[in-house]
């Protein structure tokens, strides 16, 4: 697979550092690394981006995550590997990712789920990765970044 270009934060340099910034700050708001891993990898499958499924995945097992857990999030409803506040994040996730899928594109009974296991900080921190996770996938997928290419 070749890439149309490099990634656009790459070229552009000013522009990692900002997204680096927003996703490290999607990381200081109280919610489980492994929460927001999963949510990671689940917007990165959602939006097809190769290189965001391949480095999730495999920063999540060296952070300790169960390759059974990570292999099974495209079909977390159909699996008991998640708790009830990942599983809310992982709903979250999904309808903030496929915004124009639904007249309402997230639900009120989502977003209250979400809310039911997660303070403000929290709430805000998943919103955060779920946004900079899709930067991400659209700087990939876009340009045609092949997988592994983050090594």
């Known amino acids: 697979m070749e890439t149309r270009m490099r990634n656009p934060a790459v070229v ?7 997204v680096a910034a927003l996703n490290a700050a999607s990381e200081d708001g109280g919610v489980p690394a492994a929460t927001l891993a999963l949510v990671h990898l689940r917007v ?17 097992v ?4 169960t390759v059974e857990r990570l292999g099974a999030v495209a079909a977390w409803r159909q699996t ?29 009974d989502i977003w209250e789920a979400a809310a039911a296991h997660f303070d403000e900080r929290g709430l805000a921190a998943l919103v955060l990765k ?3 996770t899709n930067v991400f996938n659209r700087l990939n997928v876009v340009t045609g970044q092949p997988a ?4």
């Open 80 to 108: 008991g590997y998640y708790t009830p506040a990942e599983r809310a994040a992982l709903a979250l996730a999904e309808a903030a990712t496929r915004l124009s899928d639904r007249p309402d594109p997230v639900p009120d």
């Open 62 to 65: 060296k952070a300790g995550e």
């Open 148 to 151: 592994g290419s983050w090594d």
């Open 44 to 60: 990165s499958q959602v939006n097809g981006c190769g290189p965001c499924v391949d480095a999730g995945f495999r920063d999540a």
């Open 12 to 18: 552009i340099a000013q522009a990692w550092p900002a």
């Open 130 to 132: 779920i946004a900079t």
